[in-house]
């Protein structure tokens, strides 16, 4: 019995039914609502700052060597010392802490690419052959009892448009990602940097200081003979000979004491630089570089010139994306998809176009209830947008410690090597009148011995002081991001095609 008109067009397949021209309007509506996108649009949270720098204001100290310029990428050439240009050059190639920061960069980028290709269809394709047998015992089927093949080869495309910005906010949201990931990577870079530099300008202090106890040992050397000479004319005194060599031995059991920290400090270096300490030596070089007070210039800049602050503040803007792919999910998805392909019992029949196979269709899916999971998770997005808002300007607060920190470092130093510089002329100055009153039997060798102490504990002070000068210079620069400035984060289009970000 034939079914009526109206029924046989009810029962009609529906792509079929559903013509090129109704798939094509589906895809262009589709395409316009892309231009939707739900969620808050990124605005650049405020952070607190002062006009000027406390330690610059109204202190009446002024840098006494200012770098109003520091080289991107080369801030250690202003302190003019070859040996340590030639060690830093070799951080950003071999040391393995920049390596591993370049390589979750890389991922972060990875990730990027990988949110991007949401936004294209995905095509799938298939073949497969088997040879079954269906029961004889099936009622209403054609091939019951056959033995059969099927050969089929399809291709599958689902595309799903970005209504409400999902995609788009997930892209946005690992771009800004991938440059926190870029602004790590040079944070860890100049870290590095600076703590080489440090590590120099330490051993190289350690060296001006063995340097300065080599020629006191030597001078107590003189000294014990003196007494020695003395005390075979019956002149000094047992006491006063032991006292010489007391003393000679003390300063002598010091130098070698340095030795072990120069030693910590040269393979502290070779690590650094991504070599094995037993193959990594410095030659001896005394400390003649000058602490460099680079141009702190004013607070608000400090924003632009440091990349961990770049980087806390990209993540804002990663999980304020977040807000807007947790609220897409409150709204439908349309996911469109097209099969077509070729199956056949017969391998010689498989090919023609009777073989021929497709169907196509919109799906719509929408969550209507869910108990206040989405709600939730939206709400946790909030949550985490506000935390790295706070750590963002708390990472601003830190850095501008920092560069007060050094300011006041360099500022109170400056002042204490010039005071120390006057205690240890006074202090040689008594040493050589002392001596000469005991050469004259005036005095005994214990007024010697408590001048000489108070000699080399004024002169090993200054030079300390010399290597807290200078690690504090090297911390200032750090301070104020080592020459970077935000202009260096990647762009778009870079993040997508380009290389490493330094």
Same mark, same amino acid.
């Given at each position: 019995?034939?079914?009526?008109?109206?029924?046989?067009?009810?029962?009609?397949?529906?792509?079929?039914?559903?013509?090129?021209?109704? $798939?094509?309007?589906?895809?262009?509506?589709?395409?316009?609502?892309?231009?939707?996108?739900?969620?808050?649009?990124?605005?650049?949270?405020?952070?607190?700052?002062?006009?000027?720098?406390?330690?610059?204001?109204?202190?009446?100290?002024?840098?006494?060597?200012?770098?109003?310029?520091?080289?991107?990428?080369?801030?250690?050439?202003?302190?003019?010392?070859?040996?340590?240009?030639? %060690?830093? &050059?070799?951080?950003?190639?071999?040391?393995?802490?920049?390596?591993?920061?370049?390589?979750?960069?890389?991922?972060?980028?990875?990730? $990027?690419?990988?949110?991007?290709?949401?936004?294209?269809?995905?095509?799938?394709? *298939?073949?497969?052959?088997?040879?079954?047998?269906?029961? +004889?015992? #099936? @009622?209403?089927?054609?091939?019951?009892? %056959?033995?059969?093949?099927?050969?089929? $080869?399809?291709?599958?495309?689902?595309?799903?448009?970005?209504?409400?910005?999902?995609?788009?906010?997930?892209?946005?949201?690992?771009?800004?990602?991938? &440059? @926190?990931?870029?602004?790590?990577?040079?944070? #860890?870079?100049?870290?590095?940097?600076? +703590?080489?530099?440090?590590?120099?300008?330490?051993?190289?202090? %350690?060296?001006?200081?063995?340097?300065? =106890?080599?020629?006191?040992?030597?001078?107590?050397?003189?000294?014990?003979?003196?007494?020695?000479?003395?005390?075979?004319?019956?002149?000094?005194?047992?006491?006063?000979?032991?006292?010489?060599?007391? &003393? =000679?031995?003390?300063?002598?059991?010091?130098?070698?004491?340095?030795? #072990?920290?120069?030693?910590?400090?040269?393979?502290?270096?070779?690590?650094?630089?991504? &070599?094995?300490?037993?193959?990594?030596?410095?030659?001896?070089?005394?400390?003649?570089? !000058?602490?460099? $007070?680079?141009?702190?210039?004013?607070?608000?800049?400090? %924003? +632009?010139?440091?990349?961990?602050?770049?980087?806390?503040?990209?993540?804002?803007?990663?999980? *304020?994306?977040?807000?807007? #792919? @947790?609220?897409?999910?409150?709204?439908?998805?349309?996911?469109?998809?097209?099969?077509?392909?070729?199956?056949?019992?017969?391998?010689?029949?498989?090919?023609?176009?009777?073989?021929?196979?497709?169907?196509?269709?919109?799906?719509?899916?929408?969550?209507?209830?869910?108990?206040?999971?989405?709600?939730?998770?939206? +709400?946790?997005?909030?949550?985490?947008?506000?935390?790295?808002?706070?750590?963002?300007?708390?990472?601003?607060?830190?850095?501008?410690?920092?560069?007060?920190?050094?300011?006041?470092?360099?500022?109170?130093?400056?002042?204490?090597?010039?005071?120390?510089?006057?205690?240890?002329?006074?202090?040689?100055?008594?040493?050589?009148?002392?001596?000469?009153?005991?050469? *004259?039997?005036?005095?005994?060798?214990?007024?010697?011995?408590?001048?000489?102490?108070?000699?080399?504990? *004024?002169?090993?002070?200054?030079?300390?002081?010399?290597?807290?000068? !200078?690690? @504090?210079?090297?911390?200032?620069?750090?301070? =104020?991001?080592?020459?970077?400035?935000?202009?260096?984060?990647?762009?778009?289009?870079?993040?997508?095609?380009?290389?490493?970000?330094?």
């Amino acid at each position: 019995m034939n079914a009526p008109a109206s029924r046989r067009r009810f029962v009609a397949p529906p792509f079929e039914r559903v013509g090129p021209h109704v $798939v094509a309007l589906a895809l262009a509506s589709a395409c316009a609502l892309t231009a939707c996108t739900v969620g808050p649009d990124y605005v650049k949270p405020p952070a607190a700052s002062a006009a000027t720098y406390k330690e610059l204001d109204g202190t009446g100290w002024k840098p006494a060597q200012p770098a109003d310029t520091l080289a991107r990428g080369a801030w250690w050439s202003v302190y003019a010392d070859p040996s340590l240009d030639a %060690l830093e &050059q070799q951080v950003a190639s071999a040391n393995q802490n920049v390596q591993a920061a370049d390589a979750r960069f890389r991922a972060a980028r990875a990730t $990027v690419a990988q949110y991007r290709s949401s936004f294209f269809p995905v095509v799938t394709a *298939n073949s497969d052959y088997s040879r079954g047998r269906t029961s +004889e015992n #099936v @009622a209403h089927k054609s091939t019951a009892g %056959l033995t059969l093949n099927d050969y089929l $080869v399809q291709a599958d495309a689902s595309w799903e448009p970005d209504l409400w910005g999902r995609v788009s906010r997930s892209v946005e949201g690992a771009k800004a990602e991938a &440059q @926190a990931s870029a602004a790590d990577t040079q944070s #860890v870079l100049l870290s590095m940097q600076a +703590e080489l530099a440090t590590d120099y300008f330490e051993l190289c202090g %350690l060296d001006q200081e063995s340097q300065l =106890l080599d020629d006191t040992i030597q001078a107590y050397r003189d000294a014990l003979d003196l007494t020695q000479h003395r005390y075979a004319g019956g002149i000094a005194t047992d006491a006063d000979v032991a006292q010489a060599q007391t &003393q =000679l031995k003390t300063t002598q059991a010091q130098a070698l004491d340095l030795g #072990v920290q120069r030693a910590q400090l040269e393979h502290a270096i070779a690590i650094l630089i991504g &070599q094995t300490p037993s193959t990594f030596s410095l030659p001896v070089a005394p400390l003649v570089a !000058m602490p460099v $007070v680079a141009a702190a210039g004013v607070p608000s800049t400090l %924003l +632009e010139r440091r990349p961990d602050i770049a980087a806390a503040e990209r993540h804002v803007a990663d999980m *304020n994306a977040q807000i807007g #792919v @947790a609220t897409a999910a409150f709204f439908p998805n349309l996911i469109l998809s097209v099969t077509g392909g070729l199956e056949a019992t017969n391998y010689n029949q498989w090919l023609l176009a009777p073989s021929r196979l497709w169907s196509l269709g919109p799906a719509l899916a929408v969550t209507l209830l869910d108990f206040g999971g989405r709600a939730a998770v939206k +709400e946790q997005a909030r949550a985490h947008y506000d935390e790295s808002v706070a750590q963002y300007r708390q990472t601003v607060l830190t850095a501008f410690g920092q560069v007060e920190d050094n300011l006041a470092a360099l500022r109170v130093l400056e002042q204490e090597a010039a005071a120390q510089d006057d205690a240890v002329a006074a202090a040689q100055r008594a040493l050589a009148v002392v001596s000469n009153r005991y050469k *004259n039997g005036a005095i005994t060798y214990l007024d010697v011995v408590v001048a000489q102490t108070t000699a080399l504990t *004024n002169e090993r002070n200054a030079v300390s002081i010399a290597r807290r000068r !200078m690690a @504090a210079s090297v911390a200032l620069i750090k301070a =104020l991001g080592g020459g970077w400035d935000a202009s260096a984060l990647p762009t778009d289009d870079q993040i997508v095609h380009a290389s490493s970000p330094h």
